[in-house]
């Protein structure tokens, strides 16, 4: 007999419990038509849909048989005894719901006793579909989380609304993954919100996202500096003020995200980027290291527009605290002046390419 390849039994597992979810979330559809024909207002229509709805569930119970599923999951527990060490409790837990499913399930035909009923039965279908997805979830978790980049959010809500119908049971289950962020799943839940942001596997990547807006804040710096070098006769020639006033404005960017993330912890909002600074930078490092743009953008307009106040310190510390509109501003002007130019230039370069063109045809 062929051995077991690594893993299978575990897949084998796996799908039986899928399986017996399905089963069970079927099963739910079925009580919820008894209780739609149990709040019928006429009495007869009410008695006459409650008994068909039960009779219809208890077709339908016999059909999904339960005990197949369970079958070939205590078969891959027994092949792999590690299985059933680490996932024992769980596995008793729906064994239990299993077996205690047929004496639950709606027999009366009496409208007030079903729906009595349907809510005992209900609750022993939910924690099949809940302890069979606390199982089956974690592998497609890290399947999802794999191809994602480091600090995109992967919305668990709509991945495993199916899995877990329930909202109130997938914010549960949600606070429950919070506690093994980064042990057994990369990444950091936001309960509320219903998403897990995506972190690293890498040790060393994660330092490096630490320091990367840093790293791209002085190679921006030491490029302006460049630039001013440069024989020109333009207002940023002179890089001392220059890369002065890029810090002020750097530092009032740097006062804008404070005193904003103060303002979300003091009205309560419970935010991911909140809680562990670092971790914040680590989902955050491309998005902080491109703000810097801004604040080179702001800087070089401050000093090229000759604007008042353009060698006030404060200028560019109340310039950096909106940096983002303020370049924004800056760069529409640009572009106008562009345009301008653009236009100037083709008006110099076309009559010199029509005269140079007609010399060419000459005899």
Do not use: C
Not at 183 to 196: K, M, P, Q, R, T
Not at 258 to 278: H, P, R, S, W, Y
Not at 349 to 356: D, E, F, T
């Amino acid at each position: 007999m062929e051995a077991a390849r690594p893993g299978e039994h575990r897949s084998r597992m796996l799908d039986g419990l899928r399986s017996a979810r399905a089963d069970a979330q079927n099963l739910l559809m079925a009580l919820d038509k008894i209780e739609k024909a149990g709040a019928l207002t006429d009495a007869t229509a009410r008695q006459a849909q409650t008994s068909a709805a039960v009779q219809q569930g208890l077709r339908l119970l016999e059909r999904r048989n339960l005990n197949e599923h369970w079958q070939s999951i205590e078969l891959a527990r027994q092949s792999d005894p590690s299985l059933g060490a680490r996932w024992g409790d769980a596995l008793e837990a729906i064994l239990n719901a299993i077996e205690d499913l047929p004496g639950a399930w709606p027999k009366s035909t009496d409208a007030g006793q079903a729906l009595a009923e349907v809510k005992e039965a209900r609750s022993t279908l939910l924690e099949i579909i809940v302890e069979a997805a606390k199982l089956s979830i974690p592998s497609r978790l890290k399947e999802h989380l794999a191809q994602r980049s480091t600090g995109r959010p992967f919305d668990f809500n709509a991945s495993f609304k199916d899995e877990l119908p329930d909202p109130e049971i997938r914010k549960a289950y949600l606070r429950e993954l919070k506690e093994y962020e980064g042990e057994s799943f990369n990444g950091v839940v936001d309960v509320d919100a219903g998403l897990i942001y995506v972190t690293s596997r890498s040790r060393l990547n994660r330092i490096l996202t630490y320091f990367a807006p840093a790293i791209s804040a002085a190679a921006l710096g030491g490029l302006l500096y460049g630039v001013s070098l440069l024989s020109i006769d333009w207002p940023i020639a002179d890089g001392k003020p220059l890369i002065q006033g890029y810090v002020l404005v750097l530092l009032g960017m740097v006062a804008h995200l404070l005193i904003e993330n103060a303002k979300q912890f003091d009205m309560g909002d419970k935010i991911v980027v909140v809680g562990d600074k670092l971790t914040w930078m680590h989902l955050r490092w491309a998005s902080l290291s491109w703000s810097i743009v801004p604040a080179a953008v702001t800087a070089v307009g401050l000093r090229f527009g000759n604007l008042p106040g353009a060698d006030d310190w404060q200028t560019y510390l109340f310039a950096g605290y909106a940096a983002d509109s303020i370049a924004g501003l800056f760069l529409t002007r640009y572009d106008a002046s562009a345009k301008k130019g653009l236009e100037a230039l083709k008006g110099a370069v076309a009559p010199k390419a029509v005269k140079a063109a007609s010399g060419a045809g000459g005899p």
